[in-house]
């Protein structure tokens, strides 16, 4: 895999490992002296274009850089990264047709302190792309946001809670489900995915004891003792880590759980069928346990007002 498939399947952030596991290290080396990924911290890297671009349209529309594109400069994990800056003007402000098609332009009321610099800030970038996204995406904006440490729970709550109209129902609805646990958006989007499957309580990075040793798999169920895992074999380069998974899954199946698999593409391009299977796997392990946990738990609905979590 090319390092630049690799960094968008990774939200279009990674660390060294999971870009050393895809590539290899000649490869990373190479994109790092030309340019191709940016090293932000010790670590961590970032495609440089998605950022630089917005940050230079920004300043040339005197325009603020927000929703994807902000989240971007964060260097949050994102679903899918936006293919033109996505910038924020004021109300009433022209914007040239060439202008609008080269970039995604919001028309939106900024107030001081909702600007960091070029940026929307890490709070107003959360609150918009969860009243401008589809919810998958969102939420794996909003994870990535708490998973950062730049915003915290209760902060988004009380955010969500303060919009107008009908983008508050849809920030409450972000912000309840949102979660610093899960590793990327991969985990998010399956997350997302498994909240409308009826009875199903999916949560991320679950602590389990198997075959004599401590594992975290990304999403659990521990009363349907079901496990389902965002499948990245196309990063497993080495023979330790496929041994390495092998082990994980028979072990988990030799002790009574069931697991599934979901692959990178299945999530983010047939969401459909990954519901069903989701739906399938959890009402064969209802059925397995006697039939009354899935009736009992009835649907996850989504909240939309501010309260416990």
Known sequence: MDIITA????????DHGQLKAATGRAALDHALRTGQVRRVARGRYVLPDVVDDARVQAHRLTAVAGLRSAAASYGWSLKTLPDRPELVVPRGRKVRVDDQQSTRIRWQRLLPREVDGWRTTPLRTVMDCATTLPFD????????????????HPELMRAADRLPGRGRD?????AWFASDRPANAFES??????IDVPGLRLRPQVRLRVGGRRIRPDLVDRELRLVVEGDSHEFHTSARA????CWRYDELVLDGWLVIRVSWVQAMFDQEWVASV?????????????????????????RTTVGGR
């Open 7 to 14: 960094m968008h399947r990774l939200g279009g952030v990674a």
């Open 137 to 152: 995406e969102a939420l794996a904006v909003a994870d990535s946001a708490l998973r950062s440490g730049r915003v915290t």
């Open 242 to 245: 496929i041994d390495a998974d």
């Open 189 to 194: 989007v399956i997350r997302a995915i498994s």
């Open 278 to 302: 989701l739906s399938r796997a959890a009402t064969l392990q209802d059925v397995t346990l006697g039939g009354e946990l899935l009736g009992r738990r009835g649907p996850l609905r989504r």
């Open 170 to 174: 849809a920030a409450l609805e972000v």
